[in-house]
């Protein structure tokens, strides 16, 4: 019997909670047990204790490794499991219990403080859960490369499974375009969003534009997002929006110039084929996974460079052939990828296992 582990979907789904939802129901032919608080997708349940969810902050995250190590492996056993499948890198430590995981990033391992909580837990107790694996899901190929950087793992221990878009909900609309450049994410500090307030402060001095930044924020690095468009005279240029439900992010994604998204680093970078699939402009990061899942389909930019930045937002609002051929080559690009190709790569690593 195959058993899922749903214990950090969010009643307010984001990038990891909407892959496990989107990813299950194609495993319906394997009969899956799932392990959830929340019944967000059909199927067969065993319920299990809330707030251990996203939205519970670090208490959450505490006592969902508690009760991952000490509680699930009991569930298993009760259940009759003969595999689990976790789709984020926890699992229960020095069970005789077999795992699959999915490994969505190492981000924190190149831009977290050397003695944050965060950086301590993927470098010890992420990398103990993947060494003990028995098989591992990547969401890029770019994953999958930095796992054998940072822990050697031989490429036969990885699959590659490229995420997908929600094609019911991002969808090309016939709306005006606006006056807004878009990011859409949370505000953290690799997500490079002073260079990009720098980079709209040189386009934006004598045009009537708008940086809209969707996601949640940050206390300390948003605070420095504002005062950083204060000094460049752009603050009410600037709009900090915080998570906007389904039934917006459409109309916004598609009224906007373009998706600006020049991080750091990102294992998938979700939001830029988001953008592709509503035919809006996109300008992303020339490095990590976002040059692989944008191919051609966007502008891509040094994301160290605020000219690059700049220049390429600048393009893309005067230009209206430039914007005309991002529009088609993002749709076709777009429709390469699939929520049902993504869910018949995880059945056929699987099975493998079961």
Same mark, same amino acid.
């Given at each position: 019997m195959l058993v899922v582990n749903l214990s950090h979907v969010s009643s307010k789904p984001t990038g990891l909670s909407n892959y496990a939802t989107n990813v299950v129901p194609y495993m319906h032919d394997l009969r899956p047990?799932?392990?959830?608080? &929340?019944?967000?997708?059909?199927?067969?349940?065993?319920?299990?204790?809330?707030?251990?969810?996203?939205?519970?902050?670090? $208490?959450?995250?505490? $006592?969902?490794?508690?009760?991952?190590q000490y509680v699930l492996p009991k569930i298993c056993e009760r259940l009759g499991s003969g595999l689990l499948f976790s789709p984020i890198p926890e699992a229960p430590l020095g069970s005789q219990l077999r795992y699959v995981v999915t490994a969505h990033d190492l981000i924190p391992l190149r831009f977290s403080p050397r003695a944050s909580r965060l950086r301590l837990y993927f470098r010890y107790y992420v990398g103990s859960v993947l060494k003990s694996a028995d098989h591992i899901l990547c969401n890029s190929q770019s994953t999958a490369t930095e796992l054998t950087n940072f822990y050697g793992f031989h490429e036969s221990k990885m699959t590659v499974t490229p995420l997908a878009h929600n094609d019911s909900l991002f969808t090309p609309l016939s709306l005006p375009t606006k006056n807004y450049f878009l990011?859409?994410?949370?505000? @953290?500090?690799? $997500?490079?969003?002073?260079?990009?307030?720098?980079?709209?402060?040189?386009?934006?001095?004598?045009?009537?534009?708008? &940086?809209?930044?969707?996601?949640?924020?940050?206390? #300390?690095?948003?605070a420095n997002i504002h005062q950083r468009a204060d000094e460049l005279a752009?603050?009410? $240029?600037?709009?900090?929006? !915080?998570?906007?439900?389904?039934? #917006?992010?459409?109309? =916004?994604?598609?009224?906007?110039?373009? &998706?600006?998204?020049?991080?750091?680093?990102?294992?998938?970078?979700?939001?830029?084929?988001?953008?592709?699939?509503?035919?809006?402009?996109?300008?992303?990061?020339?490095?990590?996974?976002?040059?692989? =899942?944008?191919? @051609?389909?966007?502008? &891509?930019?040094?994301?160290?460079?605020? !000219?690059?930045?700049? @220049?390429?937002?600048?393009?893309?609002?005067? !230009?209206?052939?430039?914007?005309?051929?991002?529009?088609?080559?993002?749709?076709?690009?777009?429709?390469?990828?699939?929520?049902?190709?993504?869910?018949?790569?995880? =059945?056929?690593?699987? #099975?493998?296992?079961?």
């Open positions: 047990t799932l392990l959830s608080s &929340l019944q967000t997708v059909q199927g067969q349940y065993y319920p299990i204790p809330v707030g251990m969810g996203p939205e519970y902050g670090a $208490k959450g995250h505490i $006592k969902r490794l508690a009760w991952t990011y859409v994410g949370r505000h @953290d500090i690799h $997500k490079n969003l002073i260079r990009l307030v720098e980079a709209f402060a040189k386009v934006a001095m004598h045009q009537d534009y708008e &940086l809209w930044l969707v996601g949640s924020q940050h206390r #300390q690095y948003s752009v603050s009410k $240029k600037v709009k900090l929006i !915080d998570y906007l439900p389904d039934s #917006q992010i459409n109309e =916004v994604v598609n009224q906007a110039i373009a &998706l600006v998204f020049p991080s750091l680093w990102e294992g998938f970078g979700l939001p830029v084929l988001e953008a592709m699939a509503c035919g809006t402009p996109v300008i992303t990061s020339n490095i990590s996974a976002l040059s692989e =899942v944008a191919g @051609d389909a966007a502008i &891509l930019v040094n994301p160290y460079s605020v !000219d690059e930045i700049a @220049d390429a937002m600048r393009m893309v609002a005067t !230009d209206s052939r430039l914007r005309d051929r991002l529009r088609e080559t993002g749709l076709e690009r777009s429709r390469q990828f699939s929520w049902e190709k993504t869910g018949k790569k995880t =059945v056929e690593a699987l #099975q493998r296992f079961i």
